[in-house]
């Protein structure tokens, strides 16, 4: 064909639903292109297991059947909730433009993942790190930044986030904002109010002006959550624990601890600052595990002949 040819050019295919809905997404909605990359890799992998058939033309059993082929491949059950939430948003939007009468992954549910304990030291692992003697600047707030954590079962983002008026020493309590911006009263031990005198006049010293935080670095300002993470570590390992220590083990060790020791599920939920019992309920599990092991290794009946 000559540079000169003015024949009119055919004009491109229709786009694909599934490319019209990315582009609603990316253009509409203005979602981030990492996330629309995942609705198009889940929207791909609808057309391939469908081949030839359009999207109208699929029903609840072919999801559910799609559902069962991918979780027998090995797919997680993780991943196959993110998967049917993003056709389910897929045929949403379809129904919206009358693409199609109903949506087919309505009521279809992913198999259920396996719920996975929270890691927790022992009682003594616990006291052991964080009590380490170190009287350096950085060794006292340190330990007070610890013994808090694990007096109060805090999440590392709600320690940093405490400014130096949330704890009252006279009435023994923290104040703590949590997830959704909700608050609550949580009692502090002994042991942290101590560490936390101590800390105080370091603090008052090193502090920059106008910093409200309860723990602040070097520089004086707040203490981040990944430093956090580190001093943990560091401290772990003065502690001589053979363990992967993170911040939020001293949460899960302040709750299994004080659920061993009282048995009052819905204080621990308070206290813990958790919207439901059931994230709560966990504890209970970790709690049985350490009576199983208890029984195994005390009682005569349990013991394996060798």
Known sequence: ??????????????????????????????LAAH???AYRRDGELLQ???????????????????IAKLHAGGLAPRSLARVLSSWRGFYDWLAKGHAVAANPCTGIRPPKAAR????????????????????????????????????????????T??????VDA??????????????????????????????????????APGEPALFVG???RRLSPREVQRRIKRRAALAGLAVDVHPHMLRHSFASHVLQSSGDLRAVQEMLGHASIAST???????????????????PRARRKR
């Not at 040819?5 to 229709?14: F, H, L, N, Q, Y």
């Open 1 to 30: 064909m000559g540079s000169g040819d003015t024949s009119p050019r055919p004009p491109p295919p229709p786009a694909s639903a599934l490319e019209r809905y990315l582009s609603h997404l990316a253009n509409g909605r203005r």
């Open 35 to 37: 996330t629309v990359t």
């Open 48 to 66: 391939r297991l469908a081949g030839e058939r359009a999207p109208a033309d699929l029903g609840p059993q072919d999801i559910r059947r799609f």
């Open 116 to 159: 996975t304990l929270p890691e927790a030291l022992s009682p003594d692992e616990a006291v052991r790190l964080v009590s380490v003697e170190d009287d350096s600047d950085t060794g006292l707030r340190d330990r007070a930044l610890f013994e808090l954590a694990y007096s109060c079962g805090l999440r590392v983002s709600e320690l």
């Open 161 to 166: 986030g405490l400014d130096a008026g949330c």
């Open 170 to 207: 006279r009435t023994g309590e923290v104040r703590v904002t949590g997830k959704g911006a909700k608050t609550r009263l949580v009692p502090v031990g002994g042991p942290a109010l101590e560490a936390l005198a101590n800390w105080l006049p370091v603090r008052d010293r090193v502090v």
């Open 218 to 220: 070097r520089t004086g």
């Open 281 to 299: 309920q966990v504890y209970t599990h970790l709690d049985f595990q350490h009576l199983a092991k208890v029984y195994d290794a005390a009682h």
